[in-house]
C-alpha cells in the first residue's frame, strides 16, 4: 500500500527535468530502458518505487528495485542504467541530496545513546538496502507536499531530518553518519576525492594526496579501495574520460584537443581507454552523443 501511494504521488509529480519545488528534491520517470551512462552519483538517498536500476562502481555491481534505496555518500564517477521500465509500467524513483552540515547538525543534537554503535573503517561509497517502513511513511509525507506547496517552507524540512533519522539509525547509518563527521575516514576520503575532481588533469603522487588528506599512504590507499572500488590512479582516469566525453558532446571534431585539455600527453594512450570505457572510440562516441548529453546524478533515483 505505501508503495502504491508513492508511485502514485511520483507520477503525477514527475518533470522532464526531474526538479520539484521542495530543494533539494528530484523525481525521476523513465520510459525505457537505456544503455549504460556515465554520471557523477552526487551524495544522495535514492529510492525506487517502481522499475529497477543497476549501478557500477569499479568492478562493483549494485541493483536496486522497488521498495528499495540507495545511499551514496561520495560523489563517485558510475556507470548506470535502468533495467526495468517501459511506457506502460514506467521506472519511478525519488533522490534526495544529502549534505553534510544537515547530517552533522542531527548527529549533535543525538543523545549517544541513541546511535547505533559505527563499524570500523571507511565503508562503502555506495550501498543498497531494503526501506524500511518508517522510512517510506517519511518519504511519501514528504512528497505528498508537493500538493499542498504552501505548507512545503515549513514542513519540508522537518520531514527531511526524520528521513535522515531513519538513514542514521538504518542499515546503512554508518555510511551516513561518517557523511556528517569531519576526522571520519569516508570524509578524508571524500577530501580526496574532491581534491582529485578539481585538479584531475594533473599528475599526482599518491603520496601526496595521502598527506592532504591527512592519513598514512598505506590507511589512504586502504580506505580510498574501500570506498570507491578503484584506486587514486583509475579515480583520476574515470574523471578524465567523464570529463572528455562531456567535451565531446559539444566539440565532436576536436579529438585531440579534448584529450590535452583532459590531462592526456598521448592522443592515442587517450583513444585506446576511451574506447576501453565507452565501447566506442571517441569520433564514433561522439557522433552518437550529437543531440543528447550523458546522465547525470539525477538518474540515480
Known amino acids: ?67 528499495q534505496y540507495l545511499i551514496a555518500s561520495v560523489d563517485l564517477p558510475i556507470n548506470g542504467h535502468f533495467t526495468e521500465a517501459s511506457p506502460e509500467r514506467p521506472a519511478l524513483g525519488l533522490g534526495l541530496t544529502l549534505h553534510p552540515a544537515a547530517v552533522a547538525e542531527i548527529l549533535l543534537q543525538a543523545a549517544p545513546g541513541d546511535l547505533p554503535p559505527s563499524t570500523g573503517g571507511a565503508p562503502s561509497g555506495l550501498a543498497v538496502s531494503t526501506a524500511s517502513i518508517e522510512l517510506l511513511d ?25 528521513i535522515l533519522w531513519r538513514l542514521i539509525t538504518g ?21 580526496a576525492v574532491q581534491w582529485i575532481r578539481d585538479h584531475y588533469m594533473r599528475s599526482f603522487r599518491v603520496e601526496d594526496v595521502a598527506r592532504l588528506s591527512g592519513m598514512s599512504v598505506s590507511a589512504f590507499y586502504r580506505n580510498f579501495q574501500a570506498v570507491t572500488a578503484m584506486s587514486p590512479i583509475q579515480f583520476q582516469k574515470q574523471i578524465r574520460l567523464q570529463q572528455a566525453r562531456l567535451l565531446l558532446a559539444t566539440a565532436p571534431n576536436d579529438v585531440t584537443g579534448i584529450s590535452r585539455r583532459v590531462g592526456y600527453d598521448s592522443p592515442s594512450q587517450f583513444s585506446r581507454e576511451y574506447r576501453r570505457q565507452f565501447g566506442a572510440p571517441p569520433s564514433q562516441d561522439a557522433a552518437r552523443l550529437r543531440g543528447s548529453t550523458p546522465g547525470t546524478a539525477a538518474t540515480l533515483a
Do not use: N
Open 138 to 162: 517519511a518519504v511519501i509525507r514528504l512528497v505528498r507536499l508537493l500538493d499542498r506547496p504552501r505548507d512545503i517552507t515549513v514542513l519540508a524540512p522537518l520531514i527531511k531530518r526524520e
Open 171 to 191: 542499515e546503512q547509518g554508518t555510511a551516513v553518519r561518517q557523511l556528517g563527521l569531519a576526522d571520519s575516514g569516508l570524509s578524508h576520503i571524500a577530501r
Open 1 to 67: 500500500m505505501d508503495l502504491d501511494e508513492l508511485r502514485s504521488l511520483l507520477a503525477r509529480h514527475a518533470r522532464p527535468d526531474t526538479t520539484t519545488t521542495i530543494d533539494d528534491v528530484l523525481i525521476s520517470k523513465v520510459e525505457r530502458r537505456a544503455p549504460p551512462s556515465p554520471s557523477m552519483s552526487g551524495t544522495v538517498l535514492a529510492i525506487i518505487a517502481q522499475g529497477g536500476k543497476r549501478i557500477a562502481l569499479g568492478d562493483r555491481v549494485y541493483e536496486y528495485h522497488a521498495g
